[in-house]
């Protein structure tokens, strides 16, 4: 089993340009979420979708969109993208109805925005 | 989502037994205790979950006292290979058929030979 596969791993976008990021799972999990993290900082969580078809905003949501796309895949859009945007993205899935099974990540996308 | 606090760095000697400590003074009764682990350019990775008293698996052992108010990660006679930053997080059902875990900075640990 892969796990999480992130794509791509690493990425440098110049200040406007659009990307999305892509993630799938093949746990048969319910629930995805996408969180960024800066150096020397723990993680915040952007947007999580509890299950297919469903989309919530998280902490820092400002200049992000994604898509439950099926089950298995969940995308992150940035539009525009600007310098604070600099940071390593983690996708991570979840059993949706308790917290019993805890978290699985992917490896990360490291984006630079010049 | 109940707030969590540790320390921000711990130093440990190989072969000793480390104890992380958490508080998570407002904690909810369907709250879980969880910890993660991360190494540096890697996805946090889960260690072990509880509710109350004591979970043992093959990497740590979690004790909670009955007040649930705090938490302790004992990892047994570390290795370098342990050297990492570890989550605390206390969190249960949002009421929407998931749950979102927040992450706070994490205690980095680093074995010394």
């Known amino acids: 089993n892969a796990g999480v596969t992130q794509t791509p791993k690493f990425q440098v976008l110049k200040t406007g340009q659009s990307m999305t990021l892509q993630c799938a799972q093949d746990m048969n999990h319910n629930s995805m979420y996408w969180y960024r993290q800066d150096p020397g900082m723990g993680l915040r969580l952007i947007y999580y979708s509890a299950s297919e078809g469903t989309t919530d905003k998280g902490e820092v949501p400002n200049g992000y969109n994604v898509s439950r796309l099926n089950k298995r895949e969940f995308s992150l859009r940035l539009e525009s993208a600007a310098p604070s945007q600099t940071s390593v993205y983690f996708c991570a899935s979840s059993e949706a109805t308790t917290p019993n099974y805890g978290y699985t990540f992917g490896s990360g996308t490291r984006l630079t925005v010049v | 989502l109940a707030k969590t606090t540790q320390p921000i760095s711990m130093d440990s000697y190989e072969g000793q037994e480390v104890n992380i400590t958490c508080s998570h003074n407002?904690?909810?009764?369907?709250?879980?205790i969880t910890w993660y682990q991360q190494f540096p350019s890697q996805g946090p990775r889960f260690i072990i979950q509880?509710?109350?008293t004591k979970v043992t698996n093959e990497v740590a052992s979690l004790f909670i006292p009955a007040d649930r108010k705090s938490s302790t990660l004992s990892l047994p006679r570390v290795s370098l290979s342990d050297t990492a930053v570890y989550y605390c997080?206390?969190?249960?059902?949002?009421?929407?058929?998931?749950?979102?875990?927040?992450f706070g900075k994490g205690t980095k640990l680093s074995v010394i030979p």
């Open positions: 997080l206390a969190s249960g059902d949002s009421g929407a058929g998931s749950y979102q875990l927040t």
């Open positions: 407002n904690i909810a009764t369907n709250d879980y």
């Open positions: 509880g509710y109350k």
